[in-house]
């Protein structure tokens, strides 16, 4: 085997490895983004105020998950040693435990934003609205009666 054979096989083996890496740094965008969505969308149903807090926490988010995979791309370097280990195992690794946290977020934001606090806070204030007293114990039973 001569030289330009073994640089093939070189720069073949780092063209997927680095091809594995951009995915996996895409799929950690796609959730962050994904876990922001949900989250403005159960703010939105609980008529939350919105804030550009978010933007710039999923930013500082995506940001250190990015680190976390540079950790593990510097064990896939490592990895290189051994004849065996042929792909970017840590990266994969270290994203799909990312994927694995975006999505119980997202999960947790889905089920804030099925969640009936939305009339809850209306129903606050229909009774702070009443006039009466009567009309306030009015709400309240049928919201007991509701419940039932």
């Not at 370097?77 to 004849?83: S, W, Y």
Request: proline share 2%.
């Amino acid at each position: 085997m001569n030289m330009k054979e073994l640089f093939g096989f070189v720069v073949q083996d780092i063209r997927g490895g680095v091809t594995i890496i951009f995915i996996c740094s895409v799929l950690i965008c796609v959730a962050c983004l994904m876990d922001m969505w949900t989250g403005i969308d159960a703010a939105k149903a609980n008529k939350e105020k919105i804030r550009s807090k978010p933007l710039r926490k999923t930013g500082i988010k995506i940001v250190d998950y990015f680190r976390l995979v540079i950790i593990f791309v510097l064990i896939d370097i490592l990895g290189l040693c051994f004849p065996w280990y042929s792909l970017p195992y840590g990266a994969i690794i270290g994203t799909a435990g990312v994927l694995f946290v975006e999505g119980f977020s997202v999960v947790e934001n889905l089920r804030r934003k099925r969640s009936h606090a939305a009339e809850v806070a209306d129903v606050a204030a229909k009774i702070v609205k009443c006039l009466t007293t009567e009309d306030a114990e009015k709400i309240i039973k049928m919201i007991k009666d509701g419940n039932k």
